[in-house]
C-alpha cells in the first residue's frame, strides 16, 4: 500500500512569488491534514479536510493561504504571495477516521524555503 | 488548553546503551500521547501510541513508552540503541475530551555514536 506522499520535496522561491504543494493521501482516507514546521519549532496544524469539505482551518496563519481538495483525493495548498515567514516544512497527513485515537500517516514533507 | 514539551533539543547516546527521550504533557483530561520519529529526508513515522490500559506501550523498531500519570510524562526508551535510529523524534499529545487535533512537541534530534 502506497504511503501519502507530496510533492515537490523541496521549492525554492522569491519573496512575492506563488507556490503549490501537493498531497496525495493514502487511499481511501478520508482525512486529510495539512501541517507546518518551521525550523526549530513545534510542527503546527494548519487545516483538517473530511472528503473535500474543510472541517478544520483554525490553523491557517492568513489568506495567502489556500487549501483544496477537489474530489476528495489529493489537496494541494497554495501560497501566494509567499512571504519569507512561511519558510519551513510542510507535512501532510492523512487518516481513515476522524478520531482521537486515530493514527495519522505522515507524508515526507515539502521544505519551502522563500528567499 | 494541550500542551506538550519535549525538554530535551539532543540527545546523544553510544551504540548499544539505553536511550531515553523525554515527553512531557500538560492535558485538562485523559491524555492520548503518541511518539513519531522522523529519519533524515523521510515523512514522520508513526512509532506507538498511549490511548488506555497498560502504562508501557510497545511499538515499532524495539521502542517502548511509559505513561506516568504522576509526572505526566510519556518517555520514549530503548534497551539497546542502534546507529539506525539516529533520527528526530516528536511527542505528540491530545486530550481525550478535546480536540482531535494532536499538539506536537518541538523534536528531540537523537544522536546514536558507533
Known amino acids: 500500500e502506497a504511503g501519502v506522499t507530496q510533492f515537490p520535496s523541496h521549492s525554492v522561491i522569491e519573496k512575492g512569488q506563488t507556490v503549490t504543494l501537493r498531497c496525495d493521501p493514502i487511499?481511501?482516507?478520508?482525512?486529510l491534514y495539512w501541517y507546518r514546521r518551521v525550523m526549530g519549532k513545534e510542527i503546527k496544524f494548519l487545516l483538517h479536510?473530511?472528503?473535500?469539505?474543510?472541517?478544520?482551518e483554525s490553523g491557517m496563519p492568513n489568506n495567502r493561504f489556500l487549501a483544496e481538495r477537489t474530489g476528495g483525493t489529493y489537496s494541494t495548498l497554495k501560497v501566494q504571495p509567499a512571504e519569507l515567514e512561511d519558510s519551513g516544512v510542510y507535512f501532510c497527513?492523512?487518516?481513515?477516521?476522524?478520531?482521537?485515537?486515530?493514527?495519522?500517516?505522515f507524508g515526507p514533507g515539502t521544505r519551502l524555503t522563500v528567499l | 488548553a494541550q500542551s506538550v514539551a519535549q525538554p530535551e533539543d539532543q540527545v546523544n547516546v553510544a551504540e548499544g546503551n539505553p536511550l531515553t527521550v523525554k515527553c512531557t504533557y500538560s492535558?485538562?483530561?485523559?491524555?492520548?500521547l503518541f511518539w513519531y520519529v522522523q529519519y533524515p529526508n523521510r515523512g514522520l513515522q508513526f512509532l506507538l501510541k498511549?490511548?488506555?490500559?497498560?502504562?508501557l506501550v510497545k511499538g515499532s523498531y524495539g521502542f517502548e513508552a511509559e505513561f506516568n500519570k504522576s509526572q505526566t510524562s510519556f518517555h520514549l526508551k530503548k534497551p539497546s540503541a542502534l546507529v539506525s535510529d539516529s533520527a528526530l523524534y516528536f511527542c505528540a499529545g491530545l486530550t481525550s475530551g478535546g480536540s482531535y487535533i494532536p499538539t506536537f512537541g518541538r523534536g528531540t534530534s537523537l544522536i546514536v555514536h558507533p
Open positions: 498511549y490511548i488506555t490500559g497498560d502504562n
Open positions: 492535558v485538562s483530561g485523559n491524555p492520548y
Open positions: 497527513a492523512s487518516s481513515q477516521q476522524t478520531g482521537r485515537t486515530d493514527t495519522q500517516y
Open positions: 479536510f473530511v472528503k473535500e469539505s474543510k472541517q478544520d
Open positions: 487511499s481511501g482516507h478520508d482525512n
